[in-house]
């Protein structure tokens, strides 16, 4: 156990019986505690491994390479259809959490092991994402903001191309994209 992380245990308001079991699990498995994010985080030789995280509805633990493992239970959830590589193991109360334990820590055992294998989830290429029409309008118009986009990393491209491709009505996404001009010609990303 990390001192430094204790306070995430201590002071929640929410699954607090919930997550030190989810703990006592997780350090039973030999990983190291450390705090990122704001969340107790889990590695293995300096690599994530796996995150204990709360929401309004659940508790999760979060595998960082959820994508690459076996999920032999069918317990791993896909956040959301953005998030390529991790998934998480949600929870909604202690007794399931007991239940599951010896499940819990094979899959734990297991993402320790494809972390020390090396091995790496395939993402998808910024090219894959989709670029909304208002947006490849605007690019079209604006060599300066077409090259700045174009230089900004891999990862600042799609959270921009998300977010504008999130919104529903074209209003919407034509607002966001003037919104974040500013931020692109500055050679920023959307949450820096």
Same mark, same amino acid.
Do not use: H
């Given at each position: 156990m990390n001192p430094k992380v204790d306070f995430y245990f201590t002071q929640?308001?929410?699954?607090?019986?919930?997550?030190?079991?989810?703990?006592?699990?997780?350090?039973?498995?030999?990983?190291?505690?450390?705090?990122k994010w704001g969340c107790p985080c889990y590695t293995a030789e300096g690599s994530n491994v796996v995150l204990i995280h709360t929401f309004k509805e659940y508790c999760a633990l979060l595998f960082f390479k959820g994508a690459l493992m076996k999920d032999p239970?069918?317990?791993?959830?896909?956040?959301?259809?953005?998030?390529?590589?991790?998934?998480?193991?949600?929870?909604?109360?202690?007794?399931?959490?007991?239940?599951? &334990? =010896? #499940?819990?820590?094979?899959?734990?055992? %297991?993402?320790?092991?494809?972390? +020390?294998?090396?091995?790496?989830?395939?993402?998808? &290429? =910024? #090219?894959?994402?989709?670029?909304?029409? %208002?947006?490849?309008?605007?690019? +079209?118009e604006d060599a300066e903001l077409k090259k700045a986009f174009k230089a900004l990393t891999p990862g600042r491209q799609r959270a921009y191309l998300l977010h504008f491709s999130s919104a529903k009505q074209s209003k919407t996404r034509e607002a966001r994209i003037e919104k974040c001009i500013p931020d692109i010609l500055a050679g920023k990303g959307l949450n820096d």
């Open positions: 929640a308001k929410n699954w607090q019986e919930e997550i030190e079991l989810l703990r006592d699990i997780v350090l039973d498995c030999n990983l190291d505690e450390v705090l239970k069918d317990i791993l959830i896909q956040q959301s259809a953005n998030v390529q590589a991790a998934r998480q193991m949600r929870f909604t109360n202690a007794k399931e959490i007991t239940k599951l &334990k =010896t #499940s819990i820590k094979a899959y734990i055992k %297991e993402a320790i092991a494809i972390e +020390k294998a090396g091995l790496k989830v395939e993402l998808k &290429k =910024t #090219s894959e994402f989709e670029m909304v029409e %208002e947006f490849k309008q605007v690019l +079209k």
